[in-house]
């Protein structure tokens, strides 16, 4: 990964783009495809820009996975009960 | 370079109806209220642990574990964060631990975690008529994210979904905030070839695929 600081934005190869991705991404937080210092570049590097917005598609719809929806069955509330029950809830009991 | 603080993360967290009432009873005592919080966030710990550990029993394990843990706990939560953050940190370092404890040592997390070259993205950018966007929806990137290699699924999943930043990532992982940021990129590069072929991607074991879809439903009645 390379330091965004040294980056040079209007004479970037592909891969040299690639390399401050992930500064870019933090940087510019998760959105480089408006960028428009980013723009020419972009029009001589069609699938950089393809990159770029497939990356921001996974990171914006990651965070419609925060919502939980996932159960975890009855049986681990009925192990919690009966450990605290029995007195599994304190500091002894840590392994 | 400095992170910048997450502002998303901070809304996600809100406080929840009749949560606080319940932590000040749990504290004192009262195995009511303590079953209340278990009810407010068990699905949220859960989901957590299993998709940090990709394993359903493994998963309910360390639910259990998490609230045992917070029973013990609860008394040092003086409301300095939200309490799901809290709790959140609280479950996501006993699994760290539990992975170390397993053999996965996250404390190199350069050199340990890193996937086998068969794992590792490769270097393609693609064309332009493969693109993601409109095609990717949350059962597909569930799936995704369950191939990914363990530090790549680690990493995305606490940035990507739970919102941590990459110095606390670093923290909890016991690696450098670049090493975080750069095993992030590479899980996105994973995900987007994994993404790109969604036919191959194999159904989540079955309680988890149907949870998935049920929410991807709910997600799209919602957006009408």
Partial sequence: MKDLASANLDHMTPEEFEAYLPELFEAGGGSISKDPRFANFFKAYPNCAALVADLETIAEQARSLFEPIHDPSDSVWSNIASKLQHGGGTDSDES | ?224
């Fill in chain 2, 1 to 224: 370079m400095q992170t910048k603080p997450n502002p998303g993360f901070f809304k996600r967290n809100a406080p929840i109806a009749g949560e606080a009432d319940a932590i000040e009873r749990a504290k004192n005592g009262d195995p009511d209220a303590f079953s209340t919080l278990y009810a407010l966030h068990k699905r949220r710990v859960y989901t957590l642990c299993l998709r940090m550990l990709g394993n359903v029993s493994e998963a309910e394990d360390m639910t259990q574990d998490a609230f045992l843990h917070l029973f013990r706990k609860l008394g040092s939560f003086r409301g300095e964060s939200a309490f799901s953050t809290w709790l959140h940190r609280l479950t996501v370092n006993l699994v760290l631990m539990h992975l170390r404890k397993k053999g996965l040592q996250l404390v190199s997390l350069e050199e340990t975690i890193n996937p086998s070259e068969d794992d590792a993205p490769k270097r393609d950018f693609g064309s332009r008529d493969q693109a993601l966007a409109g095609s990717v929806d949350r059962v597909t990137l569930e799936r995704a994210v369950a191939l990914l290699p363990p530090g790549y699924r680690m990493v995305f999943v606490l940035h990507d979904v739970e919102g941590f930043e990459h110095n606390e990532i670093a923290t909890m992982l016991e690696c450098s905030t670049g090493n975080s940021k750069s095993q992030l990129h590479k899980a996105r590069l994973k995900l987007r070839e994994l993404l790109r072929n969604p036919q191959a991607l194999p159904p989540l074991n079955g309680a988890a695929e149907s949870a998935a879809q049920n929410a991807s439903v709910g997600q799209k009645v919602v957006a009408r």
